[in-house]
C-alpha cells in the first residue's frame, strides 16, 4: 500500500500547477495583483531544460492528488562560510492542511540543507499568519526579532541599477 505522503522534485509537467500554487498563496496573501510569473517564466527559471535553476520545487501529493509545495533556492551564510536554504513559498491546498504536509516540506528541506552542508533554513512569515507561525514554531524554527525584511523592486530597483553603472563608469 502506497504512503498517503509522497514528497518529489518538481518536472516540467508541474509548472503550471506550481504557478496556480503560487497564484493561490497570493489570494490568501491578498495579493494576487502582484503576481507576474508565467508557465513560460518559471519553465525557463526552475531550469528544468539545462538552464541555470534559480530555485527549486518540491511537491507533495496526497492520496495521489496535488497537495501543495515548497518552492526554495540557496544562500550563504558569511559568518559561518556554509550554504544554507531559503524557503520562499510554502504552500498546502486548504483542503490538505492539518495534515503534516507542511512539516514533512519543511523537514524535507531541512535534510536538503544539511545534505548541502548547510548551516540554516531561513524564510519569512506574515505577522498577521498566526497558524503558520505555530506551525514554524512547532518544527522548531525562531523568529529573528531585530531584523526586518528590506527590498528594492520595481522602478526603484531600476533606478537604483543606473544609478550603480553611472558611479562605476565615473571612476
Not at 498517503?4 to 508541474?14: C, F
Not at 511537491?59 to 518552492?71: H, I, Q, T, V
Not at 548547510?118 to 498566526?130: H, I, M
Amino acid at each position: 500500500m502506497a504512503p498517503p505522503l509522497v514528497l518529489r522534485k518538481a518536472t516540467v509537467e508541474d509548472v503550471p500547477q506550481i504557478l496556480r500554487y503560487i497564484t493561490d498563496l497570493a489570494i490568501f496573501e491578498d495579493a494576487e495583483h502582484e503576481v507576474e510569473a508565467t508557465v513560460e517564466s518559471l519553465t525557463r527559471t526552475l531550469g528544468f531544460f539545462g538552464e541555470k535553476a534559480y530555485a527549486h520545487v518540491i511537491m507533495a501529493e496526497y492520496d495521489s492528488s496535488p497537495a501543495g509545495m515548497a518552492l526554495y533556492f540557496n544562500n550563504y551564510s558569511t559568518w559561518k562560510g556554509v550554504p544554507g536554504i531559503y524557503l520562499e513559498d510554502l504552500y498546502v491546498k486548504p483542503e490538505f492542511r492539518s495534515k503534516g504536509i507542511g512539516r514533512a516540506l519543511i523537514a524535507y528541506l531541512a535534510r536538503e540543507t544539511k545534505r548541502i552542508g548547510g548551516a540554516r533554513l531561513e524564510w519569512s512569515v506574515l505577522d498577521w499568519n498566526e497558524k503558520a507561525i505555530r506551525v514554524y514554531e512547532g518544527v522548531g524554527a525562531k523568529k529573528q526579532d531585530g531584523w526586518s525584511v528590506m527590498r528594492v523592486a520595481g522602478e526603484a530597483l531600476t533606478k537604483l541599477s543606473h544609478s550603480a553603472l553611472d558611479a562605476v563608469q565615473k571612476n
